[in-house]
């Protein structure tokens, strides 16, 4: 009797303990707002044709958005992400009058994270999965023939128009996204993440092809869970 009074008691407490770390693990609150700082660049093997030296300089810029999370298991789930980026690089430009000056890109884009595939355990998160950008503005510094800078938006650029650089913006980019996530408490969270373009963001108007160049960026972001 003694036995089985302990076998009980023992199953109990296997049975309190497992459902309190599956309380730890469940989703409470499925929707964050997320906002975060961003080191976005370009990577491929025709930088040369935006930047005069074939190198691009980090852009510090920022994210804001908002998440659905779609719990499928105790330790497995999807997020569903909408974020607006700045992304863009610090490139070198030149021409007749100026000679080199730096400049900068910057593009403003709508991303779509449609299902990143989450594991979960003990307040930890890895994440991957795809993205869909579309730009909504871009934009590059360029000189005047007096020296002054001014914002160049000929660059977002249309598919039928030649732009004063032969070269124009893909409206919709895609890529792969991958991060790491801790959970402070059940409302606010922290992690880094990678996205990595996959598709050329440049078409040339005189030749009728892509570029090879594509966005790259890191940061690390701020969850708010409701």
């Given amino acids: 009797m003694k036995n089985i009074k302990n076998t009980g008691l023992l199953i109990l407490f296997v049975l309190l303990f497992s459902s309190n770390l599956i309380g730890q693990n469940t989703i409470t609150k499925p929707f964050t ?26 852009l510090n810029s920022f994210m804001i ?30 021409d007749a009058i100026n000679g080199e000056y730096l400049s900068t890109l910057r593009m403003n884009s709508l991303q779509l994270q449609p299902l990143n595939v989450t594991f979960r355990v003990k307040g930890f998160q890895i994440y991957v999965g795809p993205y869909a950008s579309a730009l909504l503005d871009a934009r590059i510094n360029r000189k005047d023939e007096l020296g002054n800078t001014y914002k160049d938006k000929s660059i977002f650029g249309e598919s039928d128009e030649e732009t004063e650089q032969n ?38 108007t005189t030749e009728q092809k892509s570029i090879k160049i594509y966005n790259k960026s890191w940061g690390v972001v701020l969850g708010y869970s409701l």
């Fill in 65 to 94: 958005g908002v998440e659905y999370h779609s719990e499928i298991s105790k330790f497995i789930s999807f997020k569903h992400e909408l974020n607006f980026n700045i992304s863009g690089a610090e490139v070198l430009l030149s």
């Fill in 167 to 204: 070269k124009y913006l893909q409206k919709i980019d895609f890529g792969a996204t991958a991060g790491v996530l801790f959970e402070l408490n059940k409302t606010i969270s922290l992690g880094v993440r990678y996205n990595y373009g996959l598709v050329p963001i440049f078409d040339s």
């Fill in 33 to 58: 707002i997320k906002a975060g700082y961003q080191q976005t660049d370009l990577h491929g093997d025709d930088i040369d044709f935006l930047s005069v030296d074939g190198k691009t300089t980090a």
